[in-house]
């Protein structure tokens, strides 16, 4: 490999950090494998945890389990430097579908870089964190361990997330949507439908014409914003008037004015057909809000002079077109790396079954090891620079200070 703006000294550790991601590749794969067959939900990832967790733990790291009040968290330690660096560990499944986001090769990617690193700690001066998040697929891990003090002294964090083929390993450019999910609740009244229909109030038409409403409002909101929403409950036998719907929804934008602009009007639509129908309306907050993400420039230089060494496509990438991560509230407030990885021959869309399925392929491993090497490299690059290791010890400060503020 041919590598460009590095010292000889950080171009020998670059070697050695690379053998060290081989020589863990085989404890690594079949780790990423396990998690990718037990596809567990949410805030259900005891296996995968667990099984992170060990491996961390038999290589020298120093494992909080249940980080946060979370029971399938944790944060495992190496290092005592003055600059914290966080990779961070994803785990969770898709409901009924599986690991169709590869969070399998998230996990690994970062387990990976975290054991390639950790005998280079001292040499670089750092306090090294693979910090476990669950939930990222609903929930908002990364939010709720940020509320809670996970990442108090982090001076960056990083990880990767697999997408289909073709798309750039460039970060620069690139972001993610902010996204509110919601539960919509319209209670009406109970009667026999065939009896006394007019003595009924139905809730179930409301959250048709919810959805009516919602339908026309798409051609008046700009092309890159998303709704989206299903009925969880409308309704149980035809001889009833419905008493209760309920509509999940969301919202997603790539700015949070935009974002909030857009969950209003989206309010409306609810409101107006509570108005329409005579029923009641509560809306509730399902989950913590998602930010948008903000790459950081200095890591994405160091990425991507990584992947140019790879012969990656590192063309400036015009942003992706739709998805969020609770990964945007970590760079909100700490600088922040998440490319995308490109798994070849993936020419189909994530969150599909095809996709779960190429996962798990020689070829997701094989880039899922190139990304670990890569985020090594950020790492050791990062924390090489002066001048940019002072900023991002000088960002932790101010994290720390923001947060003994606000508890104070």
């Given at each position: 490999?041919?590598?460009?703006?590095?010292?000889?000294?950080?171009?020998?550790?670059?070697?050695?950090?690379?053998?060290?991601?081989?020589?863990?590749?085989?404890r690594v794969q079949t780790l990423a494998q396990e998690i990718h067959a037990l596809k567990e939900i949410s805030f259900e990832e005891v296996r995968s945890a667990e099984a992170i967790a060990a491996l961390l733990a038999e290589a020298g790291f120093e494992v909080e389990r249940g980080t946060s009040g979370l029971p399938t968290a944790f944060s495992a330690s190496v290092g005592s430097g003055g600059l914290t660096v966080a990779l961070c560990v994803e785990y969770d499944a898709l409901p009924n579908i599986g690991h169709a986001c590869g969070h399998n090769l998230i996990a690994g990617a970062s387990v990976a870089a975290a054991l390639a690193l950790r005998p280079f700690v001292d040499q670089l001066g750092i306090t090294l964190k693979a910090i476990g998040t669950p939930a990222e697929e609903h929930g908002g891990g990364k939010a709720l361990m940020l509320e809670r003090g996970a990442f108090d002294g982090v001076g960056l964090a990083l990880m990767v997330h697999p997408v289909q083929d073709g798309l750039t390993y460039n970060p620069a450019g690139t972001s993610a949507q902010a996204v509110g999910r919601y539960k919509a609740t319209f209670t009406g009244k109970a009667a026999h439908a065939a009896a006394?229909?007019?003595?009924?109030?139905?809730?179930?038409?409301?959250?048709?014409?919810?959805?009516?409403?919602?339908?026309?409002?798409?051609?008046?909101?700009?092309?890159?914003?998303?709704?989206?929403?299903?009925?969880?409950?409308?309704?149980?036998?035809?001889?009833?008037?419905?008493?209760?719907?309920?509509?999940?929804?969301?919202?997603?934008?790539?700015?949070?004015?935009?974002?909030?602009?857009?969950?209003?009007?989206?309010?409306?639509?609810?409101?107006?057909?509570?108005?329409?129908?005579?029923?009641?309306?509560?809306?509730?907050?399902a989950e913590p809000l998602y930010e948008p993400l903000l790459q950081d420039d200095a890591?994405?230089?160091?990425?991507?002079?990584?992947?140019?060494?790879?012969?990656?496509?590192?063309?400036?990438?015009?942003?992706?077109?739709?998805?969020?991560?609770?990964?945007?509230?970590?760079?909100?407030?700490?600088?922040?790396?998440?490319?995308?990885?490109?798994?070849?021959?993936?020419?189909?869309?994530?969150?599909?079954?095809?996709?779960?399925?190429?996962?798990?392929?020689?070829?997701?491993?094989?880039?899922?090891?190139?990304?670990?090497?890569?985020?090594?490299?950020?790492?050791?690059?990062?924390a090489s620079i002066p001048a940019q290791r002072e900023r991002f010890t000088q960002a932790a400060y101010r994290r720390r200070t923001v947060t003994q503020e606000g508890t104070s």
């Amino acid at each position: 490999m041919e590598l460009t703006n590095t010292t000889p000294a950080l171009a020998s550790l670059r070697s050695e950090l690379a053998d060290g991601v081989e020589h863990w590749k085989p404890r690594v794969q079949t780790l990423a494998q396990e998690i990718h067959a037990l596809k567990e939900i949410s805030f259900e990832e005891v296996r995968s945890a667990e099984a992170i967790a060990a491996l961390l733990a038999e290589a020298g790291f120093e494992v909080e389990r249940g980080t946060s009040g979370l029971p399938t968290a944790f944060s495992a330690s190496v290092g005592s430097g003055g600059l914290t660096v966080a990779l961070c560990v994803e785990y969770d499944a898709l409901p009924n579908i599986g690991h169709a986001c590869g969070h399998n090769l998230i996990a690994g990617a970062s387990v990976a870089a975290a054991l390639a690193l950790r005998p280079f700690v001292d040499q670089l001066g750092i306090t090294l964190k693979a910090i476990g998040t669950p939930a990222e697929e609903h929930g908002g891990g990364k939010a709720l361990m940020l509320e809670r003090g996970a990442f108090d002294g982090v001076g960056l964090a990083l990880m990767v997330h697999p997408v289909q083929d073709g798309l750039t390993y460039n970060p620069a450019g690139t972001s993610a949507q902010a996204v509110g999910r919601y539960k919509a609740t319209f209670t009406g009244k109970a009667a026999h439908a065939a009896a006394a229909p007019h003595q009924g109030v139905n809730a179930a038409d409301a959250a048709v014409l919810s959805q009516v409403a919602i339908g026309l409002l798409r051609q008046q909101i700009p092309s890159d914003h998303r709704i989206a929403c299903f009925v969880a409950e409308a309704g149980h036998v035809t001889n009833i008037i419905p008493e209760k719907a309920v509509v999940q929804f969301e919202c997603r934008a790539f700015t949070l004015p935009e974002y909030e602009a857009l969950h209003q009007r989206v309010r409306n639509c609810f409101e107006g057909a509570a108005l329409a129908t005579g029923t009641t309306l509560v809306i509730e907050e399902a989950e913590p809000l998602y930010e948008p993400l903000l790459q950081d420039d200095a890591l994405a230089a160091h990425w991507t002079d990584a992947m140019d060494a790879f012969g990656k496509d590192t063309s400036r990438s015009s942003g992706l077109s739709g998805g969020s991560t609770d990964m945007g509230n970590i760079s909100q407030v700490i600088p922040s790396l998440h490319p995308w990885l490109s798994i070849p021959g993936a020419n189909v869309p994530i969150h599909s079954h095809a996709f779960a399925a190429l996962a798990n392929s020689p070829e997701a491993y094989g880039v899922m090891f190139e990304a670990a090497t890569a985020l090594a490299w950020t790492v050791a690059g990062a924390a090489s620079i002066p001048a940019q290791r002072e900023r991002f010890t000088q960002a932790a400060y101010r994290r720390r200070t923001v947060t003994q503020e606000g508890t104070s």
